[in-house]
């Protein structure tokens, strides 16, 4: 039975079902960041804006780690962060802006969303995050390797821009 467009019906009927996850990552991802992923990918073609995303990664069994904590220094952006992750996604998100997001990624490392940056801006991100978690004595740093995709650049869709965050640079 279908209800009029005023009334939405029960709430199992309240709307399309949502759209399955699609490509080779969409499995792994936490469903979060997957939503904001593709809402910021429709919010730069609406409004004909870049955006960068920066992957973080490490070693298997080298995850860098705090030497000492650090207090008092405000809120940060470092949602869906795993608990190991947290820390670092903390020092990571106070050395960016408030509209930047930390997560953490599958299978290890982190996620960094930078919305409104453009391409030219995204490699003088990665600098700053890979001095944040090798600098200072704060961090002890393994060999970290970080990677860069910008929309449109690298990639037009979810899948693509994780691709091209999985390819090394030229």
Not at 28 to 34: D, E, G, N, Q, T
Not at 114 to 119: H, I, K, M, N
Not at 138 to 165: H, K, N, Q, V, Y
Request: glycine letters at 10%; charged letters at 25%; aromatic letters at 4%.
């Amino acid at each position: 039975m279908r209800h009029p467009p005023s009334d939405p019906g029960p709430p199992s009927e309240a709307g399309p079902p949502p759209e399955p996850r699609r490509g080779p990552h969409a499995a792994f991802l936490p469903v979060s960041f997957a939503t904001l992923l593709s809402k910021e990918l429709e919010r730069s073609r609406r409004y004909y804006k870049g955006f960068g995303l920066v992957r973080v990664s490490w070693p298997p069994g080298s995850r860098p780690t705090r030497s000492r904590p650090e207090r008092g220094r405000g809120a940060v952006s470092a949602s869906g962060a795993r608990r190991e992750d947290a820390p670092l996604a903390e020092a990571v998100a106070r050395s960016l802006r408030a509209a930047d997001l930390v997560t953490s990624a599958p299978g290890g490392g982190l996620f960094v969303l930078l919305p409104e940056t453009p391409a030219s801006a995204i490699a003088v991100v990665s600098r700053r995050i890979g001095d944040v978690l090798a600098g200072a004595g704060s961090l002890a740093s393994p060999a970290l390797e970080i990677r860069e995709a910008a929309f449109p650049r690298d990639g037009e869709t979810p899948a693509e821009l994780l691709d091209a965050l999985a390819k090394p640079r030229e």
